[in-house]
């Protein structure tokens, strides 16, 4: 039997444990041998070696949860109770360790979850540069971070540049306050947010502090060569075609990168065209370069994530129905003029 207290800080305990303590009450029906108790603003877990790092797991992905959403519900308790359910009859399937990535900080494992962040954990080791192309959701951000720490951890490269596109700010970031990691910060959350789950908080500051991992927006990427590096370059639907060359460019000898997007929802100006869409076909035939694309199946979110994706879908299907349709019945219309 095992047995931690976990110190919950950042947000009210309460939307962890529940009204009533429902949530807790919930994670030890399904674990009937172990038990959960809830004090002030901490969770003493007692359990057995098999339940327990299990059960620090989904706590630590609720309060997790909490602090992004303001609010937990019994759905999400389910949905991660669920996914644990599916990951030991795969493990039942083959060696538990089989699709690991690598260990964060606190012992957990980061597995592909998925056939297709599968794909991009094999694609990476076999190319130098790889696109995971799907939508929110589908962890393409997360595991290629995952894949970077542990080339840095096993000293295949000797720093992870992550990198964004700050569309938001029109790449004008002069004016914001701060310096520059001030200013990009808020563009490069989701990477930190995986980063800090991978690296240890104190160790992670040393990295940064020695650029062993840097960050940096894509615009002030030119002019740079990067050799013995990792380099992500996320939410790249929106860079520009010009924009794209630049960055494919900038990786020298020793460097490997991962280039995501989801080129459904480019946040450009209508008249320039995202440099993920284009780059599909201008590197298709080049050897030591792969494409990997995801879908609503490897959505490992919120279970609505899924129907959300699915119902855009089909109204953006429904859309352009509607105009070809139109467009159609125009030239008809001309043409009997």
Do not use: C, W
């Not at 606190?106 to 694609?123: D, H, L, Y």
């Not at 004008?172 to 200013?183: H, I």
């Not at 694309?293 to 919120?302: K, P, T």
């Amino acid at each position: 039997m095992i047995e931690q207290t976990i110190v919950i800080r950042d947000v009210e305990p309460v939307l962890v444990f529940g009204i009533e303590d429902r949530i807790l009450n919930r994670i030890e029906q399904a674990y009937p041998g172990a038990s959960l108790t809830a004090r002030g603003n901490e969770i003493k877990i007692s359990g057995s070696t098999e339940d327990f790092a299990e059960i620090n797991d989904i706590v630590n992905q609720l309060i997790r949860l909490a602090i992004r959403n303001k609010a937990v519900t019994e759905q999400d308790v389910n949905t991660l109770l669920n996914m644990k359910k599916s990951q030991r009859l795969a493990e039942g399937l083959h060696d538990p360790d089989d699709n690991a990535i690598v260990h964060t900080h606190t012992g957990e494992t980061v597995k592909a979850k998925t056939p297709n962040q599968k794909r991009i954990v094999e694609s990476s080791a076999k190319n130098d540069i790889v696109f995971a192309i799907g939508p929110a959701g589908t962890g393409k951000t997360y595991t290629s971070v995952a894949i970077a720490v542990k080339a840095l951890k096993e000293k295949k490269v000797k720093k992870i540049v992550l990198v964004r596109p700050a569309v938001e700010a029109g790449e004008s970031l002069g004016f914001l306050p701060g310096g520059l990691k001030d200013k990009i910060d808020p563009y490069l959350r989701p990477l930190y947010d995986a980063l800090e789950e991978m690296i240890d908080k104190d160790r992670l500051d040393l990295q940064m502090t020695k650029n062993i991992i840097e960050i940096a927006p894509l615009a002030y990427m030119r002019g740079r060569t990067l050799n013995n590096a990792f380099v992500i370059l996320d939410e790249a639907q929106n860079a520009t075609n010009i924009q794209m060359k630049m960055f494919l460019t900038r990786l020298g000898f020793n460097s490997r990168a991962i280039i995501t997007g989801d080129i459904t929802q480019t946040d450009l100006p209508k008249l320039k065209q995202s440099g993920l869409v284009s780059i599909q076909q201008i590197l298709r035939q080049i050897e030591g370069i792969d494409f990997v694309y995801l879908d609503q199946r490897d959505v490992v979110r919120h279970k609505l994530i899924r129907q959300i994706i699915t119902a855009y879908e089909r109204y953006e299907e429904a859309e352009e129905e509607k105009e070809k349709s139109g467009k159609q019945k125009a030239r008809s219309r001309r043409e009997q003029n």
